[in-house]
């Protein structure tokens, strides 16, 4: 349950159907600040990252998803879906956002996309 607090922070923003976004592949959600990637998983789970990757900004929506994680289309770095970080020997993070799937719908706390 959300705290008074958690709640005035919080503006869920329904993204759509789970339906809509394409398995092992994402959906763009554009906001006045920046793009954000949603992405499904082969197992239903959504999760969101700024569609910019740690490295040259490569658009991570268009990436390929395997397990709980994209790979860049530009240069392949392979970015953790949960944290924004990247694998193995690259350096990097790429922002990710709180998203939550509730009734077959997808949610993202515009909340926190909206902030600088």
Known sequence: METPREQLDS???????LQAIPVR????VRTPRRDIAVFRTANDEVFALDN?????G????EGIVHGRKVACPLHNWIIDLEDGQATGADKGCTRSF??????????????????P
């Open 11 to 17: 503006w869920w923003f329904d993204v759509g159907p």
């Open 25 to 28: 592949g994402a959906r763009i």
């Open 52 to 56: 910019r990757c740690p490295h040259k």
């Open 58 to 61: 490569g658009p991570l929506s």
């Open 98 to 115: 709180p998203v939550k799937l509730e009734n077959g719908r997808v949610y993202l706390d515009m909340g926190v996309a909206a902030a």
